[in-house]
């Protein structure tokens, strides 16, 4: 996989290029809410915290929130757009977080989970700031759970790069239950359309996605040329729904 430097590149757009409509975190919301304690507050984390896009969403419905985020140009976006009072960034990593033992009561970790380097380290990591019975939410990729999204038909060789930087869900469950985690459900939730063609392909113009990372410089043009091409015959297409896995575990009692 091509490592992505987030002080380098995308930590200027990517807010802006990941950005998820009511509808879709609304989705999430409810996907969460679920699969978490129905008590209130649940101290939680936000792992891989980004510019922000998830952590004051889940202090609003669930309680304080700690983002961690390794990234410092990420995590200042996120820092100064923030003004809630349940939240705060701080720096770290899925190897190292910066937070005491039995702590938190869950953790979200949202499409990041394919950058971290020493996944046995993080999910032992994780569980040492977990209280037992906490929870863990991670919304992955999986390379034999792939979904084939509309606009990477475009893009030479884009369903075949898709799935590289991500593992089975045989070797991902693997590591955590090696870590002592219990596998407790694997969802595939559908996140609502993100809009029209012509919306996507704005936000697809700042290249946010891993993806893009993965492709050569003349397929991306060459998919971008005839992505363009497509939408420009019926932009106000509504994209299909998404359909995105979420795999949750549980820290066990004792």
């Known amino acids: ?23 879709q975190l609304a989705a999430w919301r409810a996907a969460f809410a679920a699969r978490l304690p129905a008590r209130r507050p649940l101290a939680g984390l936000d792992l891989g915290s ?40 701080l720096a770290g990593s899925a190897e190292d977080i910066p937070l005491p033992d039995c702590s938190i009561d869950y953790t979200l970790i949202f499409c990041v989970w394919h950058h971290v380097q020493d996944k046995s380290r993080a999910a032992r990591e994780i569980a040492r700031v ?3 019975g906490g929870t863990l939410l991670l919304r992955a990729q999986f390379s034999d759970h792939m979904p084939r999204l509309w606009w990477l038909e475009h893009f030479p060789h884009g369903h075949e790069a898709h ?3 991500f593992q089975p869900l045989a070797d991902v469950r693997g590591v955590f239950e090696a870590a002592g985690w219990q596998v407790t459900d694997f969802a595939v939730i559908e996140e609502p359309s993100a809009g029209t063609q012509a ?7 700042l290249r946010t996605f891993s993806v893009f990372e993965q492709l050569t410089t003349a397929e991306v043009a060459t998919g971008f040329e005839r992505l363009e091409a497509a939408v420009a015959a019926d932009p106000d297409k509504p994209v299909p729904p998404e359909p995105s896995t979420l795999l949750t575990l549980t820290k066990p009692q004792g």
């Not at 430097?5 to 802006?16: I, L, W």
């Open 50 to 89: 980004g510019t922000g896009r998830f952590t004051p969403v889940l202090a609003d419905q669930f309680g304080p929130v700690t983002g961690v985020e390794p990234a410092d140009r990420m995590r200042e976006i996120a820092i100064s757009d923030s003004a809630h009072p349940q939240v705060r960034y």
């Open 1 to 23: 996989m091509q490592r992505v430097d987030y002080n380098k590149v995308q930590y200027r757009d990517y807010a802006k290029g990941r950005a998820l409509r009511l509808t």
């Open 130 to 132: 977990t209280r037992p």
């Open 199 to 205: 919306a996507v392909l704005e936000q697809l113009r």
């Open 163 to 165: 799935p590289v930087p």
